[in-house]
């Protein structure tokens, strides 16, 4: 087993991609993700009258002039404590972790626009995980659009009901409480799990 066999183990932004994909699959939804970065017409790009651009911390800062915006990034990753497995090598491997993902909101200066947008991103939040049972757990919501990584809990947690106003907008944001894992199914081969 050699390096690259685990690199995309550690590849987070894989789940901000995923979150990306459920905001802008939402039935009835006016979410648009940004042009890719190897499309030669990002540098132009614009969500269009009536949507709502919804990028990632690694897309900012061609898109921090979008109006109005959600942004996310994931941060504050730690394992959580006891989730090892033992690689082939010998080595012990982090195979779980919590970590908080921030969601920036960020609008024209309109008070209305603003908190129903904030609103919008509230009552989507929960839908991330999808239908929650013992035996679909791992294939539904977020985890259908993830190769390596399993998503236990996404919950909402000190939402800002405040409005900032700063450089000609109107800003909030909320946090997001997650866990996560990698899926049994993702191990290299060879790999030992304890």
């Known amino acids: 087993m050699t ?43 614009t969500a269009g009258a009536g949507n709502i651009a919804f990028y990632c911390a690694f897309q900012a800062l061609t898109f921090t002039q979008c109006r109005p915006r959600v942004f996310i990034g994931l941060h504050s990753v730690n394992c959580i404590t006891g989730a090892y497995a033992v690689d082939g090598n ?17 609008t024209e200066p309109n008070y209305t626009l603003h908190t129903q947008l904030r609103s919008a991103v509230l009552a989507i939040i929960p839908q991330i995980l999808g239908a929650v049972t013992v035996t679909d757990f791992p294939n539904t919501g977020i985890n259908a659009l993830l190769n390596y990584h399993q998503v236990s809990e996404f919950y909402s947690r000190d939402a800002s009901t405040s409005v900032t106003p700063e450089d000609g907008s109107y800003q909030s944001a909320i946090s997001v409480e997650l866990a996560f894992s990698v899926k049994p199914t993702a191990w290299p081969a060879g790999m030992l799990t304890t």
């Open 90 to 106: 010998g080595n012990l491997r982090e195979k779980a972790w919590r970590g908080q993902m921030k969601f920036g909101i960020i």
């Open 3 to 45: 390096f690259s066999d685990f690199q995309p183990l550690y590849d987070f932004s894989l789940i901000e991609k995923a979150v990306q994909a459920c905001f802008v699959g939402t039935p009835g939804g006016s979410f648009v993700a940004p042009l890719n970065d190897d499309d030669p017409a990002r540098e132009q790009w």
